[in-house]
């Protein structure tokens, strides 16, 4: 067995996701997180067929579909509640061979931590940057600890330290959209088990999706500039302002939603970048390719990215290489993902009333429900290698 060590920057998804990768192939790993606890935002995730593939390579894909709601239909509709389409992702998933799942992000994060081994997270230790030779790599710490390794994987999120050491002068791009979320208990006749249903109105978009033991995780965009502050009627006053000419489930799980327990960002990518390693140091998720969040994709590629890398390690001894190998398999599914997520986010927050009348008319044909699911077929039907 071999005795490399690798140094993960980040629990998150992507990072704890890299550490039970990694072990698979012969690493020792540590992982460091500048959070003084490993915690979730309160909200859902989506896991589409191809994250739950991934995941079940890392051994824990069966305790997700536990947890979460296996999602059967997306249900589209107008803010009114006529109903746009229905794609059944149930049916791809059959035809895959694995499910897509709508889970409570605590609970994946529960599950993840327990794989990975609390002894294994060292909390409130944010990294400040790294240097190498051409033998090892020396993780730098807030705090002045230094740590030494084989590699470095950067898993630090949408502002990473990592990144910003190799690409400093790189600029987020802000989508034009503010975006609210949380879970809640629910039950309604309008969210049979097994759909999710969205709204689409006029700059904005509301989604809500069965996230296990009966809760509820609801997502709402709005277009405005960025860094907007909430206004003195407070977050959940401005969703029932902003969201008040939608369908009655949409507003009742407003209604049902304390004010404290909503999350808003306002949301960013990123543009793709030409390689993401240096030596052996390298990034996945969030960290190289932060992307909309319209596809629902972008801890699910963190989640490939993981197990993409540690079989491009285990296969390739010299570390360079394997991470440019890596870099090879993942940049054009990534860059296309986030690509496509910007511009399907773009005409799902048309503002102009002509132009969302056409989208939802189009929407509304079988042709549009059949190329729906072909393209979601397409992202989904992706499957890592098995470690
Ligand atoms: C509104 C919205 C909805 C979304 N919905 C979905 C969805 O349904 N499905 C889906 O797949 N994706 C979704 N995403 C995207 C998903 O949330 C992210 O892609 C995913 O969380 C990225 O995981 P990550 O581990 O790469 O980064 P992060 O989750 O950002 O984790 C990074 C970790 O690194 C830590 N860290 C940061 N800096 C340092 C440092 N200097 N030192 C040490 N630690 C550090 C952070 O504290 C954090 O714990 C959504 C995103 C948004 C905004």
Redesign the pocket.
């Known amino acids: 067995m071999s005795s490399r060590r690798a140094i993960i920057?980040?629990?998150?998804?992507?990072?704890?996701c890299a550490a039970l990768a990694l072990r698979k192939v012969g690493y020792s790993v540590q992982i460091?997180?500048?959070?003084p606890e490993?915690t979730a935002l309160p909200?859902?995730?989506?896991?589409?067929s191809n994250?739950m593939f991934a995941l079940t390579v890392l051994g824990v894909g069966e305790e997700v579909l536990r947890l979460g709601s296996v999602i059967d239909i997306t249900r589209s509709q107008t803010a009114d509640g006529s109903v746009l389409s229905d794609v059944h992702i149930g049916l791809i998933g059959k035809k895959l061979g694995v499910p897509t799942v709508?889970i409570h992000r605590a609970d994946l994060h529960q599950i993840l931590v327990a794989a990975v081994g609390r002894e294994s997270i060292q909390t409130a230790?944010?990294?400040?940057g790294f240097v190498q030779d051409g033998r090892q790599v020396i993780a730098l710490f807030e705090n002045g600890t230094t740590m030494r390794a084989d590699l470095l994987v950067g898993?630090?999120?949408?502002?990473?330290?990592v990144r910003r050491q190799l690409f400093p002068n790189e600029e987020a791009r802000y989508s034009g959209y503010t975006?609210y979320?949380s879970v809640v208990s629910l039950v309604h006749r309008a969210l049979p088990p097994g759909t999710a249903l969205t709204a689409l109105g006029h700059g904005s978009e509301f989604g809500l999706f069965p996230c296990g033991m009966g809760r509820v995780y609801w997502?709402a965009t709005r277009n405005q500039p960025a860094s907007i502050k909430d206004s003195s009627i407070g977050r959940k006053g401005d969703c029932l302002a902003a969201f008040a000419g939608f369908s009655e489930p949409f507003v009742q799980v407003l209604h049902a939603t304390p004010d404290a327990a909503i999350v808003r960002?306002d949301?960013y990518d990123r543009p793709s970048l030409p390689s993401w390693s240096q030596g052996r140091v390298t990034m996945?998720?969030?960290?190289c390719h932060?992307?909309t969040?319209n596809l629902?994709?972008?801890?699910?590629?963190?989640i490939e990215d993981a197990v993409v890398l540690a079989h491009a390690l285990r296969d390739e001894p010299d570390c360079e290489r394997a991470l440019h190998q890596y870099e090879q398999i993942r940049r054009e599914r990534t860059a296309l993902i986030a690509s496509r997520s910007y511009y399907l986010g773009k005409i799902l927050t048309m503002e102009d009333g002509v132009l969302s009348w056409f989208r939802d008319r189009l929407m509304n044909t079988k042709l549009g429900e059949v190329q729906t699911e072909s393209i979601l077929e397409k992202i989904l039907s992706y499957q890592v290698p098995v470690l």
């Open positions: 920057i980040g629990a998150g998804i992507g990072g704890l460091f997180e500048r959070a490993v909200t859902g995730l989506a896991l589409w994250a709508c230790m944010p990294c400040t898993a630090d999120g949408y502002r990473s330290v975006c979320r997502f960002h949301v996945l998720g969030d960290a932060p992307m969040p629902g994709q972008g801890a699910c590629m963190a």
